[in-house]
């Protein structure tokens, strides 16, 4: 008697999948039997990211170049998806930029840019899937935000800003949504062993394992698991919520 996985037949794609987080999740997506669309502003890396998960999935993948804050590059990344799978069921927006400083000292490029990458990507994204999705009556959304967009972080108003629309976003596309039986959702990661990460200092590490009950730092697998709950069949009566994966760092 042959099993099914949880996500077979299903199409994801995640963008910033190249690394981190975004790759955990395209990892774990495809590990329950998801067809998987990497995309990334790093298109090589995007490519053998999906080149590596193919292999140890045997799953169907793809690498593409998407910078999400580009209306266009969205548009096409999701027509590109379409085109090569035949049509998208899972929709996870994760690509997100930080460029961190007082308010005081953040230029207006700096402040841009953040909320372009993550909040307008997310708007990017989604006004291009959507349309299949509701055509099929189906569709999983997650975004990706932060525990920073719950709580506030000095030295962070615009990642915490766009965190917070994030939320805001999400909320509100899963009250348009929720009669055409898609779901839209929300991760907010605390600290997460990342690129992002790795550049504090030990001194701030050790600040933030401290304010956290679980007594450690997040893996990116934290996180992706809990995606992979919410896009699941299990969770189909789960949308417009925030599921805060930080080892209880902000408990709202």
Known sequence: MTSTLPLENKV???TGASRGIGRAIAEVLASQGADVVCGDRLEKQAEET???IAAASGRRTSGCLVDVADHKSASDFIACALENFGKVDILINNAGITRDNLLMRI???DWDAVLDVNLKGVYNCCKAAIRPMMKQRYGRIVNITSVVGLSGNAGQTNYASSKAGVIGFTKSLAKELGSRNITVNAV???YITTVLTDVLS???KAAAIKATPMGRLGTPEDV???VAFLVSDQASF???????VDGGMVMM
């Not at 789960?238 to 805060?244: E, V």
């Open 224 to 226: 992706a698991y809990a």
């Open 107 to 109: 230029d207006e490029a």
């Open 202 to 204: 030990e001194e701030y």
């Open 238 to 244: 789960i949308t417009g919520q925030i599921l805060s």
């Open 12 to 14: 994801a794609v995640v």
């Open 188 to 190: 907010a990661p605390g």
């Open 50 to 52: 999906a080149a590596s």
